[in-house]
């Protein structure tokens, strides 16, 4: 069952050289309980896709296309009617669990008030839903955890509160982005686990933003991979980064520092990803792409349809070969 489909999202911002398309035609559904994986360099509109959803773009941002979520429209929702939305359906939690936290109040004061705002409950009903929640993202000892502030825990902790204040409303999607890109690999890999047993207990639909595909690998069902704005190549996660059909998809992947291709690398990404206002005609990725042909640099990147399931947009399509498959 899709609870999110995006169609032809487009996101203009304004930037000092007037208004320009962050996210470009994006297009993507997200089932009931299902992980979805963003991944791309930085300023690929990773964020700019999250916000849009959340109704929190910069001002004068603004989105067009489609986001039915769960039966309704949110381009052009307005301010009041996305209040009504996030924090209760929609939640989002950041690389910086202290977005979502503030400081000096404590852990009860703020799950509480969150509750009470979004729900008609008594203090000792948010109270108990409180402690639930931080035992569902195993805080150990929730009753001395509800009277700390923030400062009193270390970063993965933070995190699993700023989750647990994120998930009080039992929102249907939930938006992580770059969850654990400040955390060490262990306590990284305990935020994880905890994000799939959410799916699976509550049925709950998350978005990983991320730069990092390793995050994604064990966690996404599926994977969409994002340059300039717009998709490059999307599908299951395992097909994706073991076949991946897109040069640019098979760029991030021979960066990865355990990548298999790694030291007989097929394809480098030199350069950088393009500034917004300045994306290359074409295909955007045309400057950095080593099978980029002429045909590259003007028109719309053709849409792969392979197998059902995976697509690419790349008019070249160079690893659509028996080799290619067999990468
Ligand atoms: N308030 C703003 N006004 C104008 N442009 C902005 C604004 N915020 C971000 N941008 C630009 O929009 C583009 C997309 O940004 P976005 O934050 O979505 O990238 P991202 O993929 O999330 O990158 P990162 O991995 O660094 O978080 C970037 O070029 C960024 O510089
Ligand atoms: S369309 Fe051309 S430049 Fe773009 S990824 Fe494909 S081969 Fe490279
Ligand atoms: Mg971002």
Redesign the pocket.
Known sequence: MTLLSVRDLTVTLMTGSGPADAVRNLSFDIERGQILGIAGESGSGKTMTALSIMGLLPYKGKASGSINFDGEELVGFKPKDFRRVRGKDVAMIFQDPMTSLHPMLTIETQLTEHLRHHRKVSRAEARARALELLDTVKIPDPETALKAHPSQFSGGMRQRIAIAMALACQPKLLIADEPTTALDVTVQAGILKLLDELRKSQNLSVIVITHDLGVLSALTDRLMIMYAGAEVESGPTSQVLTRPR???TQGLIDALPDSEAHGKRLIAIEGMPPELGKFPSG?A??TR?S???NE?KSGT?NKVDIDGTRRIF???D?FDTPAGVNR
């Open positions: 897109h040069p640019y295909c990725f045309h792409c099978f980029a042909r590259c990147p790349c008019t070249v160079p």
